[in-house]
């Protein structure tokens, strides 16, 4: 395995290359970058050419965050720092762990396991496909989907879970929120946002008005000009219709390939 290393203090680099090397004679150092800047050149001119990388929070000249304002990293990353209060803010990009230091052999391991776990469970497929099956597995796992909406009712403040979302309506410059008992609340949020806060495999954007709930389903039908209409429960004033561009995702989405 080709293991990139970010990390400022000279030490703590040979220290984690040495326990790569115990862990599995094979592993590959093909680089040990102490900085932002030096960072940044390297993923300009080497691209994703190594398989993991091993990321120190607090460089020399700053947060190593500011790497991926400069640059896309669409590789596995297990970040090691002195610090805890960075968690957070580590899982909103590729990582697969979160290691204090001082490292040790038994941390290490487990990591590396980790994300041999989630390589051995894709499905079997070229080693590309393997790699963008691995990295949709990294984004679910990172991202935390709302489990619930806080809704006005007169001078209530209410809140429904997901689960009982059946649909999310955009009319005009408003967007509602309509439930399974077939209640109509109003929120502050756009059908833009919606897609980044949602669970994909729960919801779908139909089209531009309407994002929908799996279980809110209840028929779809073959309709004019190859498109789809879906039917829900509770039904809806205006049709669900799935333009042509969007059926065949709208099938594997359905299918449960979301």
Known sequence: MKVLIIEDEKPAAEKLERLLKKINSENEIVGILPSIKKSVDWLKENGNEFDLLFLDIQLADGL???????????????????????????????????????????????????LETLRD????????????????????????????FMVKLGEHIKSVPTEKIAYFLAEGRNVFLFTSQNRKFIIDYKMEELSDLLQPSMFYRVNRSF??????ITDVLVYSNSRLKIMTSPETEKEIIVSRDKVSSFKDWFDGFG
Do not use: C, G, W
Request: glycine share 0%.
């Open 64 to 114: 190593s965050f500011d790497i991926f304002k400069q640059v896309t990293i669409d590789k596995p990353i297990i970040f090691t720092t002195a610090y805890n209060e960075y968690a957070i803010e580590a899982f909103k990009v590729n990582s697969i762990d979160y290691l204090l230091k001082p490292l040790t052999l038994d941390a290490l391991s487990n990591s590396l396991q980790k």
């Open 121 to 148: 469970n894709l499905p079997s497929k070229s080693q590309t496909s393997q790699l963008q099956a691995l990295n949709e597995v990294l984004s679910s796992l990172k991202k935390n989907y709302k489990t619930r």
């Open 211 to 216: 994002v929908v709930n799996i279980n809110a």
